[in-house]
């Protein structure tokens, strides 16, 4: 009786599961290519976090059906669903890898800038650096904790972090804030230098 009782728990219908697999896959190859960043607590979980998360959650239903349902239900995804899955899976999984690898190689760092704006947005910023060049790029993040893509990115020279060494200026107006960034004599700002921190008012 018991056994009948978590099988008709676990059981939901194959449209559904076929929706929420592929939703869930997708969200995540996005979530891992796309340039998104989630601040939670004061604390940053990058695009490729992100993605590994939604495929967790992606994965976990197909898991434990199958765990307790064994296979007395049978298959009934079609073969397009099956390579549509299986793509966005590997497309998932190589843009998490792929971050993954990224943050380490380029000793990523992630700061949550103070003070906030307006409304609670804020301004964060990843900086990296590889060989003798230095990278930054910048993200306005909402109420909601969810950035969707960078609002601007520089390129500084010797892999100086100028986030990091405290040489930036972050000014919020009515419209938004300025993040303005500064190098040195010795390790100048090669390319752009500055962001608008615009959450969307």
């Known amino acids: 009786m018991a056994d009948a009782e978590v099988q008709r728990s676990v059981r939901v219908p194959p449209a559904v599961r076929v929706a929420g697999g592929l939703v869930g896959s997708g969200a995540a190859a996005v979530a891992s ?3 998104v960043l989630l601040v939670v607590q004061g604390r940053v979980v ?3 976090g992100v993605g590994a998360g939604l495929l967790v ?9 199958r765990r307790a349902t064994a296979s ?3 298959r009934e995804r079609g073969t397009w669903e099956r390579v549509g899955r299986r793509l966005l899976l590997v497309v998932a999984v190589l843009g998490v890898a ?3 690898a990224d943050d380490v190689l380029s000793g990523a760092e992630y700061h949550v800038l103070r003070p906030a704006g307006p409304d609670g947005c804020t301004a964060v910023v990843r900086e990296t650096s590889f060989l003798v ?16 893509g960078e609002s601007g990115s520089w390129t500084v020279d010797d892999g100086y972090r100028p986030v990091r060494a405290g040489s930036y200026e972050l000014h919020w107006g009515p419209d938004g804030g300025r ?3 500064s190098g040195t004599s010795t390790d100048p700002v090669l390319q752009g230098g500055g962001a608008d921190i615009d959450c969307g008012w």
């Open 57 to 65: 959650l992606a994965c976990a239903p197909a898991w434990v059906r």
């Open 46 to 48: 990058p695009g490729w």
């Open 72 to 74: 007395r239900i049978p």
């Open 179 to 181: 993040l303005r960034i």
């Open 98 to 100: 792929w971050g993954a």
């Open 133 to 148: 060049i230095g990278n930054g790029e910048a993200y306005a993040v909402g109420r909601t904790g969810l950035a969707l």
């Open 33 to 35: 290519w796309g340039g």
